[in-house]
């Protein structure tokens, strides 16, 4: 994907923030309602009936539905499949590594998010699919940690990056960082400029601005990063068959500090213990 070098990121005021706040909200309680009904059994569109319908129930759209050609609500990405599987009636095993990444639209702003969970709980899990997902989550949050007003966009791909790689040294193995698939802005679009890369930059990008809103979402390899789009025309694999992990939060940046939010909390807790400042958009 192109960049968008330095043009400037659109800033949000606190009442359109709070706005985005509620979709990102929806988005969160989404997958929280997603995580307590996982197990064995079901389908991937057993997990998008559920999310279409408690989405639509909240008063909002799956953004995911706007996107032409596409008319599900969430993508599934199971095993080695990184990021846009299509829900259909593959039926999930005890053991699955299953990524679920889910948008919704409400009153004209988008939240957009995604979490990897193993299927049957984490004592179903091998050792080296939660310790992926576990460095994949862990970029995520030192990329949200990372921002700053007036600070470069790149300095998030940089913080993921030096997570993941020292995530390697701590696990004893070279993850990979896809670099095909990026974040992007957010706001009255789903996907909006600037993208955000989830790798160190060698270049300038946009300065970071009190009112920003971003989605960061790192997607990790357990092997090669290299990847192909499967004959559905949607969903990315990877080349070796190695499981992937992907983790995304849309986060809002204020010069009082970050909201993430997608986070239930708004990302306090994990804000707070990474030394951050909360702001509470409701």
Do not use: K
Not at 10 to 16: G, K, L, Q, T, Y
Not at 132 to 146: F, K
Request: include cysteine; glycine fraction near 12%.
């Amino acid at each position: 994907m192109g960049l968008f070098g330095r043009e400037r990121i659109p800033r949000r005021s606190r009442d359109e923030l709070t706005r985005m706040r509620a979709a990102g909200l929806l988005v969160g309680r989404t997958l929280e309602l997603l995580a307590a009904q996982l197990r064995p059994g079901m389908t991937t569109l057993d997990l998008d009936t559920l999310a279409e319908t408690h989405i639509r129930d909240h008063g909002g759209v799956p953004n995911f539905q706007l996107v032409p050609g596409y008319r599900h609500t969430l993508c599934t990405s199971v095993n080695d499949e990184i990021v846009h599987g299509i829900p259909g009636e593959r039926v999930l095993l005890e053991g699955d590594l299953v990524s679920i990444d889910c948008g919704a639209q409400l009153e004209g702003w988008n939240g957009d998010a995604a979490m990897t969970l193993v299927v049957g709980g984490e004592a179903a899990g091998r050792a080296e699919d939660l310790e992926l997902s576990r460095t994949t989550e862990e970029s995520l949050w030192a990329g949200i940690a990372a921002l700053r007003v007036g600070a470069d966009l790149h300095v998030v791909g940089a913080a993921i990056e030096d997570s993941i790689r020292a995530a390697g040294r701590r696990d004893g193995r070279t993850y990979g960082i896809v670099e095909d698939y990026v974040g992007h802005g957010i706001g009255r679009s789903m996907h909006e400029p600037p993208n955000v890369p989830n790798y160190r930059m060698d270049r300038r990008g946009p300065e970071l601005r009190d009112g920003t809103t971003i989605a960061i979402e790192p997607m990790v390899t357990l092997g090669d990063q290299a990847n192909h789009v499967e004959d559905d025309d949607w969903t990315v694999s990877t080349d070796d068959g190695a499981r992937a992990a992907h983790w995304e939060h849309s986060v809002a940046l204020t010069s009082d500090g970050i909201c993430v939010l997608t986070a239930v909390d708004g990302g306090t807790d994990r804000l707070r213990t990474l030394g951050v400042p909360a702001v509470d958009l409701g």
